[in-house]
């Protein structure tokens, strides 16, 4: 019973559901238990200290759905609160960072490496501490993107707008030529598109929320809680507010219906506490 | 000694200092203590449900400051917990709708009014319910301008981008031939240059913040409660959350330095629920 168990996954918000994607995607057998915090969103512009009290209780809540992993699919979070949330809870605990490093070790040819996320990524220098734990010569440039997101969100991927955007964030990385790109926020992919044609074609991006469900398949290989199933997996959907625009852009990311989504009580939230 | 009480501000996150601006050159002698609800800012994407709970506890923290009056320095939660407050509470409460409303019906000539604002301002419908109130003949048109606030947050007001997007923001009210618009959005005082470019220099701007400011002045006159010091008031600054850009996007808003930020626990604020 123990592998029929749901993934857990959760993120400040909706950006989340790109990964979930590819976790769907590498995982088809696999339930997921998804919780979005849309109550506390955004976390890339808040204190360390703020962000690893959320996602203490984020976690806390996916445990109590009886979730045999967790996956932190948030940038953000993941640059301060995975250490903490490995201390507390015996299951794996896989977040972005480490998995979007390892691959971007792998793909780059000159040793030039870009990352690009919210201000909170970037000035804890996630990336950078990882990259440089496997490889010191590796450069590593990063840019925080804060307008990215509600670009994202907003649909805005292929305005005028979102070109003149990228090309002031991007033009250092430019300069630096470096050959591979981490797309190191959820929301991102959504703008692959003017992020590749700004970069340049020769620079190879890198999908974080790819990398981390590559992973998520590695942990559950090795602990041997697979699931069986033949099925497709179950989804099941929380979050802590559901404004009037969710369940569109929801769809934006997973590209797919959702069919239920199930409030969770913000006083219950904060009831669990680290 | 109920005069030298200070007057309370409460806004989703920084937005507010616009305000606090205005009432501190109107009312230069009274003090005032702010509180930015920055932990869970912004609110204008989020349900009313939860702005209004929000609301109920950032008014019970002002009150244990012992304020005598409180204004909602944002435009989203004066569109949905105005009422509430007033049921719940006996000071006096001042809103953004109402006064920037006033100002407009005052302002227009051909009867043609705009309003931006955020998705749920907008949504709400609030100024328009508010200014019908008054003058049904009033063609109202609201434009929610959800990109506004990260560019005003991030400095871009006189980019390239901020240029495009207001263009495409504004240009449905520039066809309605609108003489009056007003910024229903407390970052939107800082975007003031572009939009007026933008939307045409024969619109008259309104501020709500100003509006509000005459609003709380005309209020304490009304209740006996006007400061009698001669001395300028003091400022005390709460935050929910201190972000590490903090310090340098409130001189922004404020333009004065803020030298003292207090952080009030979220456990202790989520405890004021109603």
């Known amino acids: 019973m ?66 045999k992993a967790i996956v932190v699919a948030c940038n953000t979070a993941s640059s301060v609160a995975i250490p903490v949330l490995r201390d507390m809870f015996s299951v794996p605990v896989i977040g972005m960072i480490e998995p979007g490093s390892k691959m971007a070790l792998r793909a780059t040819r000159n040793g030039h490496v870009g990352i690009i996320g919210t201000r909170a990524t ?3 220098r996630a990336y950078s501490r990882e990259i ?40 250092p990385l430019r300069e630096e030529h470096i050959d591979t790109l981490v797309l190191g926020c959820t929301h991102y992919p959504l703008l692959a ?21 590559e992973i998520v398949r590695e942990e559950l290989d090795r602990i041997g809680l697979m699931s069986n199933s033949n099925a497709m997996g179950r ?28 409030k969770v009580d913000l006083d219950y939230l904060q009831s669990l506490h680290g």
């Open 132 to 171: 440089h734990q496997h490889n010191k010569d590796i450069k590593v440039i990063e840019q925080a993107c804060p307008l990215f997101v509600p670009l994202a969100e907003e649909g805005w991927h292929e305005s005028d707008a979102a070109a003149l955007i990228a090309k002031a964030y991007l033009s």
């Open 235 to 262: 989804m099941d959907f929380y979050v802590s507010d559901i404004p009037s625009t969710f369940a569109k852009v929801a769809a934006l990311f997973l590209e797919r219906e959702i069919k239920q989504v199930t």
């Open 193 to 213: 598109n003017v992020i590749q044609r700004t970069i340049g074609e020769e620079v190879l991006l890198i999908d974080s929320g790819i990398a981390a469900a």
């Open 2 to 67: 123990e592998k029929e168990k749901p993934v857990g996954v959760f993120d400040s918000g909706i950006g989340g559901l790109t990964v979930v994607k590819r976790i769907a995607s590498v995982l088809p057998n696999e339930s997921i238990v998804y919780f979005g915090d849309t109550a506390r969103v955004p976390y890339g512009s808040k204190s360390n200290e703020t962000v690893i009290e959320y996602s203490i209780q984020n976690a806390k809540l996916l445990l109590k759905k009886n979730v």
């Open 122 to 124: 970037v000035s804890n």
